[in-house]
């Protein structure tokens, strides 16, 4: 059996990865800019605030980012640009409206 040229050629495709590590364990998120990590990231924080935290966030975004991981010292992150190579059949439907992939 033959398959088409067109089937076996990898494309590739930037992503965004974002990775938690936090008392019970990682978080991972796939990403399809870092403007959607980014969200993604303040989300957590957000979330997770004041049961971690015993002063109020800070208004500023960013500011709030830093200040929650000085605040939380057994918890850090990771974000990164990778390169995935593929047949290029990942459907669209399958990524959010944040910018971030769901299976």
Request: charged share 25%.
């Amino acid at each position: 059996m033959t398959s088409s040229s067109s089937s076996s050629t990898l494309t590739a495709t930037k992503v965004w990865v974002l990775a938690i590590e936090h008392r019970h364990g990682m978080n991972i998120g796939v990403y399809t800019d870092r403007a959607a990590l980014d969200n993604g990231l303040l989300a957590y924080v957000i979330r997770e605030w004041h049961d971690e935290c015993e002063e109020e966030p800070p208004e500023d975004n960013e500011e709030m980012i830093t200040r929650y991981f000085e605040l939380v010292d057994d918890e850090s992150y990771c974000a990164s640009e990778v390169e995935v190579k593929g047949n290029g059949a990942y459907p669209q439907q399958h990524v959010n409206k944040e910018g971030s992939y769901v299976l």
